[in-house]
T-cell receptor, first 114, second 113 residues
């Protein structure tokens, strides 16, 4: 059974703190993604990675960075958290290649920045 | 930037009713997926449609990909409370963009018993 896990389900941080969100997948997928989900806006892509140490900006990368040192792990970093980064953060993974269209999602981390 | 608009944004119906959710774009996609997300969980894939005009059925759910590959619809027959959730469509681009998905704005469905 495929699995994507995220380090925390709920997180409360203060403005200006550095925040780390961790994601681990056990499917040996090449691609991993970080999204944020806000009501009425759907899922917006922050960053994705197609290989170890490789990353590409998504649609809303400002204020975020990522790290992928191992194939199974993809971290999202908020360098200095701000209240407008309060959101649901979803991690996903996907295999590359023919038929590899499906993205598998973790349960999400609901981050509140006060 | 490619955009996928879903309608309606919210839908509250009684058990047994039929409904249709629409997903529209001005962009062409190589494939289109539908996901359902339940509260407190991540989205889960329901179906992928790849060919223009394709129709796929999943029990009481019928999915259609538009002939021009710019739009899709999800029809639910005889809705049940278990169908409650957020429905998201997502389109994939061509070539190197197939790894990324563009997600729709979502349709929140509530089926009352």
């Amino acid at each position: 059974d495929v699995k994507v896990t995220q380090s925390s389900r709920y997180l409360v941080k203060r403005t200006g703190e550095k925040v780390f969100l961790e994601c681990v997948q056990d499917m040996d997928h090449e691609n991993m993604f970080w999204y944020r989900q806000d009501p009425g806006l759907g899922l917006r892509l922050i960053y994705f990675s197609y290989d170890v140490k490789m990353k590409e900006k998504g649609d809303i990368p400002e204020g975020y960075s990522v790290s992928r040192e191992k194939k199974e792990r993809f971290s999202l970093i908020l360098e200095s958290a701000s209240t407008n980064q309060t959101s649901m953060y979803l991690c996903a993974s996907k295999k590359t290649g023919a038929g590899g269209y499906e993205q598998y999602f973790g349960p999400g981390t609901r981050l509140t920045v006060t | 930037t490619q955009l996928l608009e879903q309608s309606p944004q919210f839908l509250s119906i009684q058990e047994g009713e039929n409904l249709t959710v629409y997903c529209n774009s001005s962009s062409v996609f190589s494939s289109l997926q539908w996901y359902r997300q339940e509260p407190g969980e991540g989205p889960v894939l329901l179906v992928t449609v790849v060919t223009g005009g394709e129709v796929k059925k999943l029990k009481r759910l019928t999915f259609q990909f538009g002939d021009a590959r710019k739009d899709s619809s999800l029809h639910i027959t005889a809705a049940q409370p278990g169908d409650t959730g957020l429905y998201l469509c997502a389109g994939a681009g061509y070539g190197g963009a197939t790894n990324k998905l563009i997600f729709g704005t979502g349709t929140l469905l509530a089926v009352q018993p």
